[in-house]
């Protein structure tokens, strides 16, 4: 008997444009400008913790991505009470970007993270000004020498705001 061969080709239409909830963001660390974060949502429409000012994703309600490496698990003074962090760093540079406690919220730390549209050189994300994205996903720091950071400066800086 003949082998019967068969294709189907699927054909999308894109003249209708998606909706905000239908699209992917990505975000990339803020020191390095390597991609750690892919979501549904833009962090800045998701809510903050008031502790640390943290973005926090529901991981039930939203898809996402990470591309981080598993850090040490901290715990953390808050008031008269101590929390459990297990901590996600950037596979680059070790900068933090995330952690989670054991549930279904990952946080997302603030100023770790920023968001870029491809072809796009305005950081539009939670970042700073004097930086810009690099089309080959660096960031490119604008601030004179004396004010750039070294990684372990930087690392510093964000371990003693926590």
Avoid: W
Avoid at 104 to 129: C, E, M, P, R, T
């Amino acid at each position: 008997m003949p082998k019967i061969v068969s294709s189907t080709t699927v054909s999308a239409s894109t003249d209708e444009p998606q909706k905000d909830s239908q699209k992917l963001h990505t975000y990339y660390c803020l020191y390095c400008g390597e991609f750690v974060l892919i979501i549904d949502k833009h962090l800045r429409k998701l809510p903050r913790r008031k502790t640390d000012n943290a973005y926090i994703i529901d991981r039930t309600k939203h898809t996402s991505k990470l591309h981080l490496a598993t850090g040490p698990t901290r715990f953390v003074r808050r008031d008269n009470l101590y929390e459990k962090q297990h901590r996600y760093h950037c596979p680059k540079c070790a900068l933090p970007v995330a952690y989670d406690q054991e549930g279904q919220y990952l946080y997302i730390l603030d100023k770790a993270a920023h968001y870029s549209v491809a072809g796009d050189d305005k950081n539009a994300g939670s970042g700073s000004g004097d930086r810009e994205v690099m089309r080959e996903g660096r960031v490119a720091d604008k601030r004179p020498a004396g004010d750039q950071m070294s990684a372990e400066q930087l690392l510093r800086e964000v371990a003693e705001s926590l």
